[in-house]
């Protein structure tokens, strides 16, 4: 190996608590694709 990693190993969280890697991801609430289409097959 010529070329070595110098920077030390990240160990436990990489990110703070309630900030992920994406942060402009689905916002809360979002119902799945799933669940979705079992609301238009079967309406409550």
Same mark, same amino acid.
């Given at each position: 190996?010529?070329? +070595?990693?110098?920077? !030390?190993?990240?160990?436990? #969280? !990489?990110?703070?608590?309630?900030?992920?890697?994406?942060?402009?991801?689905? !916002?809360?609430?979002? #119902?799945? #694709?799933?669940?979705? &289409?079992? +609301?238009?097959? #079967?309406? &409550?």
């Amino acid at each position: 190996m010529t070329a +070595e990693n110098t920077a !030390p190993k990240q160990r436990g #969280r !990489p990110f703070q608590k309630g900030q992920s890697g994406n942060p402009a991801g689905k !916002p809360p609430g979002t #119902r799945h #694709r799933v669940t979705q &289409l079992v +609301e238009v097959i #079967r309406p &409550l």
